[in-house]
């Protein structure tokens, strides 16, 4: 039975230990910046790709009893190339993060990378930004038909507004 961070580490080692490079602890849980939406993240690199594992692997995530964000990635997906990184959808300057990342179980396989240029760092992060605003307009703004379309509209602008404004810091470039 899984009760606790421990129990789900321990569980899936008990299963899948001679597959695992590492599993990493990272995020606002570990900087005890928790909050009423945390969740635990950790990140499982494993040594050879296998479908059962991930199949066995959820039904254990599944089973605990708090919110857990637990992406797999396979040794042979791990680009030897920084500015290459994408894990789900984060960019390069995600790999800095899983950098700082405390190994729970083995080793951080991302320490043996070097650190991608301050470009695809930015260029990573701007795409991202970019692909969050579009999941919130499509599942937040536009498909809400509970409000009125004037008000969908002014949410839509002020989300897109407030997007361009952001890009803008980052970029360090006016757009319209």
């Known amino acids: 039975m899984i009760n606790t961070l421990n129990d789900l580490v321990t569980e899936s080692i008990s299963k899948f230990g001679v597959n695992i490079s590492g599993i990493l602890y990272y995020g606002s849980s570990l900087r005890n910046e928790n909050n009423l939406f945390s ?12 479908t059962e594992l991930l199949v066995e692997l959820r039904h254990i995530v599944k089973s605990a009893p708090f919110f857990v964000d637990l992406p797999v990635i396979f040794e042979s997906e791990i680009p030897t190339d920084p500015e290459r990184f994408r894990l789900i959808n984060h960019g390069c300057y995600f790999l800095e993060i899983l950098k700082r990342g405390q190994p729970i179980y083995g080793r ?60 803008w810091i980052v970029d360090g470039k006016m757009h319209d």
């Open 39 to 50: 969740d635990q993240d950790l990140l499982m690199t494993v040594k050879d790709y296998d």
């Open 108 to 167: 951080n396989v991302f320490l043996d990378l070097g650190k991608p240029s301050p470009a695809a760092i930015q260029q990573s992060l701007l795409e991202t930004i970019v692909e969050y605003t579009q999941f919130f307009r499509r599942n937040f703004v536009e498909s809400n038909r509970e409000r009125s379309l004037a008000v969908n509209y002014q949410l839509n602008r002020r989300l897109i507004k407030g997007a361009y404004d952001l890009l």
